[in-house]
Nanobody
Framework: VQLQASGGGLVQTGDSLRLSCAASGNDFAWYAMGWFRQAPGKEREFVAAITWNSGTTYYADSVKGRFTISRDNAKNTVYLQMNSLKPEDTAVYYC????????????????????????WGQGTQVTVSS
């Protein structure tokens, strides 16, 4: 499986961006997907996750209400709609494949903490100027 993120760019505070992550292979629809980000000098952090059937989504508190994760299994693609962007959202954004099966928010949180999201793809740079 290969994951390729795209859609990043340089925007101003308050602007919006939509990131896409295209996956190769024919089993994309079976797995949860997640977005993570890493700012310069900081550790990679979780942003958002979605189960295989879009039944459950889970967000980091820092992006809740501003970011929306979605997926199109027919296109093997997961998206991250980012609104009301802030300078602190500046980072390289990565997508990753998570666990199979259905999970509620607590389950997704557990899997994020356990490190069940992996198979990282190429990231895309998002820069938000003030």
């Amino acid at each position: 499986v290969q994951l390729q993120a795209s859609g990043g760019g340089l925007v101003q505070t308050g602007d919006s961006l939509r990131l896409s992550c295209a996956a190769s292979g024919n089993d994309f629809a079976w797995y949860a997907m997640g977005w993570f980000r890493q700012a310069p000098g900081k550790e990679r952090e979780f942003v958002a996750a979605i189960t295989w059937n879009s039944g459950t989504t889970y967000y980091a508190d820092s992006v809740k209400g501003r970011f929306t994760i979605s997926r199109d299994n027919a296109k093997n693609t997961v998206y991250l709609q980012m609104n009301s962007l802030k300078p602190e959202d500046t980072a390289v954004y990565y997508c990753a494949r998570g666990p199979r099966g259905s999970h509620d928010e607590d389950g997704l949180e557990w899997h994020v903490q356990k490190g069940s999201f992996y198979l990282w793809g190429q990231g895309t740079q998002v820069t938000v100027s003030s």
